[in-house]
């Protein structure tokens, strides 16, 4: 059992940055790919990256790439989301995720809101 706490959202300007958090735990966190979703009104949870167990691959979607970087620190159990260039339509509310393969995601934090004002 895994449990994830997000933190760090909050309101931002247009070409602003916001770093998240996630909160793990747990002694088996680094066996975890840890992923970052999102999800804004009216629409579909939406894939934003995902990081291996050890941190050496990572992935993303394509409305991020080259803006957002997602890292982990295996020794404090934690996980970031560094968010930049922020544009109105990454408004949403970001989740955490935990799951053993890239795949499948079983854990789930409560998610945190991020606004980005145009």
């Known amino acids: 059992q895994v449990q994830l706490v997000e933190s760090g959202g909050g309101l931002v300007h247009t070409g602003g940055s916001l770093r998240l958090s996630c909160a793990a735990s747990?002694?088996?966190?680094?066996?975890?790919?840890m992923g970052w979703f999102r999800q804004a009104p009216g629409k579909e949870r939406e894939f934003v990256g995902v990081i291996s167990g050890n941190g050496g691959t990572t992935y993303y979607g394509d409305s991020v790439k080259g803006r957002f970087t997602i890292s982990r620190d295996n020794a404090k159990n934690t996980l970031y989301l560094q968010m930049n260039s922020l544009k109105p339509e990454d408004t949403a509310v970001y989740y955490c995720?935990?799951?053993?393969?890239?795949?499948?995601?079983?854990?789930w934090g409560q998610g945190t809101q991020v606004t980005v004002s145009s």
């Open positions: 995720a935990a799951g053993l393969t890239r795949a499948t995601y079983p854990y």
């Open positions: 747990g002694r088996t966190f680094n066996t975890y790919y």
